[in-house]
């Protein structure tokens, strides 16, 4: 079984819309992380968590939301998706501990908004 | 502004040669610089991890040398494989916590 596990994988859905994106992991990793990745633009940070009790806005957060229900899980939302969200989406988790450490991603999910 | 460079054209390189791809940055201080592998439709792998303080990284047929004067990063696969054939992405963190990507660049091994 996958470490970090995203769903759904893939997702088409209508402007307007509210979206939900589940990430989970069995890591046991205190920090979690939700980017997005457009061709040619590389992965870009949504939000990211430290602990359960920690939520931090990244590069791009407008149009988002997350919710850290638990150590394992990691949530994101799109209240009023549009077309300019269409986009692969990407759930991370590291370590916290001293120093710097990898990140652990899951497979990703695709979502269409028309 | 900051920037980070990877050639966004794909690197078609034959078998067993040695596969060079390049990380550029502009505007930034990384005390750690790192690679990972992207495989179609799969979430980015960590490859490997390089500190400000070293100059090059091995591991296996990999290697990694970090030029915090030139602000770029090499990344060498030997003996290249079609397996090898993925896009390989740089990142950047200056502080410990946060990971800054590059826009990754193709490689294409052909057998």
């Known amino acids: 079984d996958a470490d970090v596990t995203q769903t759904p994988r893939n997702r088409i859905t209508k402007t307007g819309k509210r979206i939900m994106l589940e990430c989970s992991q069995t890591?046991?990793?205190?920090?979690m992380y939700w980017y997005r990745q457009d061709p040619g633009l590389g992965l870009r940070l949504i939000y990211y968590?430290?602990?359960?009790?920690?939520?931090n806005k990244g590069e791009i957060s407008d149009g988002y939301s997350v919710s850290r229900q638990a150590q394992a899980k990691f949530s994101l939302s799109l209240e009023s998706a549009i077309p300019n969200q269409t986009a692969l989406y990407f759930c991370?988790?590291?370590?916290?501990?001293?120093?710097?450490?990898?990140?652990?991603f899951g497979d990703g999910t695709r979502l269409s908004i028309l | 502004s900051q920037k980070i460079e990877q050639n966004s054209e794909a690197l078609n390189i034959q078998e067993g040669k040695t596969a060079t791809l390049t990380c550029n940055y502009t505007?930034?201080?990384?005390?750690?610089l790192q690679w990972y592998r992207q495989d179609p439709g799969r979430g980015p792998v960590f490859l490997l991890l390089?500190?400000?303080?070293?100059k090059e990284k091995r591991k296996e047929r990999l290697k990694v040398t970090f030029d915090t004067t030139l602000k770029q990063s090499l990344f060498h696969i030997t003996a290249s494989q079609p397996a090898d054939s993925a896009t390989y992405l740089c990142?950047?963190?200056?502080?410990?916590?946060?990971?800054?990507f590059g826009g990754g660049t193709r490689l294409m091994v052909k057998p």
């Open positions: 991370a988790t590291s370590e916290s501990d001293r120093g710097f450490q990898p990140q652990h």
């Open positions: 890591k046991g990793h205190d920090r």
């Open positions: 968590s430290f602990d359960v009790k920690d939520i």
């Open positions: 505007n930034y201080s990384p005390a750690y």
């Open positions: 390089i500190r400000e303080n070293e």
């Open positions: 990142a950047l963190d200056e502080a410990g916590n946060m990971l800054t």
